[in-house]
């Protein structure tokens, strides 16, 4: 079941007026259902998938916090993780594995094996193993209630494409369930619009110009697949910022505040500090769970950035079973490493030609230059295979040509004018609210102060801007997130 499809709009109102109605006791049972139910939409078989997931990580985390042995507690915290990890693996790279091993060994010795990806995977194993971790470590007491337990791994909001929850901050608020509050309702329901401007007005329109074009990449000169890759980049934060803010929205209405996945990652001056607003939940999980783990920067450089790049390669391939997402990975960890190493070399030359760090033009170029390294390295992530991406960037480099937008171009790559209008729009809205979230602002808490006539004013716009731009491919069934593939 997809955010933006119409069983969707009759499910959520459901699932919350309910909640809301039946009592205490009863809420977390109903989510349960729910979320399993919203689970199951895609296939009843993935149901089962998660639930041995739910069983195998709740009975570890009982008995690592009871047993006083070390060595058993080592033992059972093992068996969590390679158990998750072992269904990630088998549903997500088995398959990708044995066609790597035939390549190696020739086609003489062909295995096969056809394996169907449950949606989500990714995201909530990594949930409930961070819960094992947490437990492990004392950071938390294991959860008794195996119903309020399962419906952390489920919670229908963020289940399939995160944001990947902490139990020490998802669990506490589980545990006692909410009162209707009109005022979440309200905050709820505003960021979810928000998130559904983002996904189906600039990500979907977005997305029919950028397979255009990288669907038959060798038509098309520089300029157009530099323009592509360029879009692409706003196409993904757009598609999977607004899934995240959906998520957190709806799950803002059930009184439930999920972290936040997303934060203007394009005014980042740096590669590490857009990996600190990008994809927050993962990145972070990484860090906590692997990176530190591994020893951080608590060591020498060199070890350092041996963990930086593993920690990425890990990410990369969190991505998918495709070495060239593991390439994407590398190459963001070998930004990180090389910025590292030219750091002190850098505030060397900014203090011999008298340069403020603070100043604006500096921080301006800081970020020009980390939005165009972070579009190389996903025509790497959107290209189907390496070679393609060589292919891509040869193109660009040796056939940039002139600027072709406005010879007609533009409206020979799926989209007509009035979706290149109402995207370009919707894109001004989002660089606008996304600077004043900037500076220390909330768009909400500004609407809020307004008027009547002013706040249903914007909605209203909003909501027309959706709806104008979904009349746009009236008939056609709704756009999947980017992330479910995941």
Not at 170 to 196: C, D, H, I, R
Not at 224 to 231: D, E
Not at 297 to 321: E, I, Q
């Amino acid at each position: 079941m997809l955010f933006n499809s119409v069983s969707f709009l009759i499910y959520f109102p459901i699932v919350v007026l309910m909640y809301f109605i039946i009592p205490a006791k009863g809420k977390n049972v109903w989510l349960l259902v729910a979320s399993y139910y919203f689970y199951m939409s895609w296939n009843v078989q993935y149901g089962l998938l998660i639930l041995l997931s739910t069983v195998i990580t709740y009975a570890c985390g009982r008995v690592v916090e009871r047993q006083e042995n070390t060595l058993w507690r080592k033992l059972t915290f093992a068996l969590s993780l390679t158990a998750n990890f072992g269904i990630l693996f088998f549903f997500k790279y088995f398959e990708w594995m044995l066609d790597n091993i035939n390549r190696l060994l020739g086609s003489g010795y062909g295995f096969s094996f056809t394996i169907l990806l449950p949606v989500g995977i990714s995201f909530y194993t990594f949930q409930a193993v961070g819960y094992t971790f947490d437990v492990y470590r004392g950071k938390l007491k294991a959860e008794k209630n195996f119903i309020t337990y399962a419906l952390f791994v489920s919670f229908f909001p963020q289940l399939v494409a995160g944001p990947i929850e902490r139990s020490t901050n998802l669990l506490g608020q589980l545990q006692k369930p909410s009162v209707f509050k009109a005022e979440n309702v309200t905050k709820g329901l505003q960021v979810m619009l928000w998130g559904y401007v983002e996904k189906m007005v600039i990500a979907d329109n977005l997305a029919i110009l950028v397979d255009q074009v990288y669907n038959n990449y060798e038509a098309y000169g520089g300029f157009i697949l530099a323009l592509a890759s360029v879009l692409f980049t706003i196409q993904i934060y757009c598609d999977f910022g607004g899934y995240s803010h959906i998520a957190i929205g709806a799950a803002k209405v059930l009184n439930i505040t999920l972290m936040e996945n997303f934060r203007q990652p394009f005014f980042a001056c740096g590669i590490r500090e857009f990996w600190q607003r990008w994809h927050i939940s993962l990145s972070g999980w990484f860090r906590d769970y692997l990176y530190i783990p591994l020893g951080g920067g608590r060591c020498s450089n060199w070890r350092k950035y041996f963990n930086v790049m593993v920690t990425f390669l890990a990410s990369g391939m969190w991505h998918g079973a495709s070495w060239h997402y593991i390439i994407w990975g590398g190459l963001h960890g070998a930004y990180r490493v090389i910025g590292e190493i030219l750091h002190p070399l850098k505030r060397k030359i900014w203090e011999a030609l008298h340069v403020n760090p603070e100043h604006a033009l500096y921080q301006t170029v800081q970020r020009v230059s980390t939005f165009f390294l972070v579009v190389v390295a996903f025509i790497v992530f959107r290209a189907t295979s390496f070679r393609e991406t060589l292919q891509i960037m040869g193109i660009i480099v040796s056939r940039f040509g002139g600027c072709q937008l406005t010879d007609g171009t533009l409206l020979t790559l799926g989209l007509n004018l009035a979706q290149i209008l109402l995207t370009g729009l919707a894109m001004a809205l989002l660089l606008m609210v996304d600077i004043v979230h900037e500076k220390g602002g909330h768009l909400s808490i500004w609407i809020g102060k307004r008027p009547a006539v002013v706040r249903y004013g914007i909605y209203y716009g909003l909501i027309l801007l959706i709806l104008t731009s979904v009349l746009q491919t009236f008939g056609q069934s709704a756009a999947s997130f980017l992330y479910f593939q995941f």
